[in-house]
């Protein structure tokens, strides 16, 4: 992961895209996704790289290794949204932008989904849309990379 502007990651049982309450979450799987997200991705002429991981401990250190390397962090952390003060942690080192992202709108369900421990070191917040949601982050990060280019 040397040098590339986006680092998408995506927290526990999100594999199960597609299986897992299809209802809440849609029908495509996350192979799917990440690869309508390469795409965009290319189109935008960002450099992507995708992950997903149900440990805490590689989500944090995808995130050290980001670090000096990449320009921007699309993350959906699932669950470790209201449980990680040690994802939140690496976060706010991370030396990018930060867009957290989530398929269904958190503050619509069960009372503890409304905490998020990650949105206080992102750059933005995008949930509710589906699979959008990490469509529109790319949207997101294009805009704020132009910005800092803008400002320099």
């Known amino acids: 992961m040397i040098n590339i502007d986006l680092l998408v990651i995506s927290g526990p049982n999100l594999n199960l895209l597609g299986r897992r309450e299809p209802d809440i979450y849609g029908r495509k799987s996350l192979e799917e996704i990440y690869?309508?997200?390469?795409?965009q991705s290319k189109k935008n002429n960002l450099n992507v790289e995708c992950i997903q991981s149900n440990s805490e401990s590689k989500i944090i250190k995808l995130i050290h290794e980001a670090t000096n390397n990449v320009k921007a962090i699309i993350i959906n952390p699932g669950a470790f949204t209201h449980t990680s003060i040690a994802i939140r942690d690496a976060l706010s080192v991370f030396d990018?932008?930060?867009?957290?992202?989530?398929?269904?709108?958190?503050?619509?369900?069960?009372?503890?989904?409304?905490?998020?421990l990650i949105s206080g070191v992102s750059s933005g917040v995008?949930?509710?849309?589906?699979?959008?949601?990490?469509?529109?982050?790319?949207?997101?990060?294009?805009?704020?990379?132009?910005?800092d280019k803008t400002n320099e």
Not at 134 to 146: F, H, Q, R, T
């Open 126 to 147: 995008i949930a509710g849309f589906g699979e959008n949601s990490y469509y529109l982050a790319i949207e997101a990060v294009k805009l704020l990379l132009n910005m």
């Open 96 to 116: 990018g932008k930060i867009i957290e992202v989530h398929l269904s709108n958190p503050h619509d369900r069960e009372k503890f989904r409304h905490l998020s």
């Open 35 to 39: 690869s309508k997200i390469k795409n």
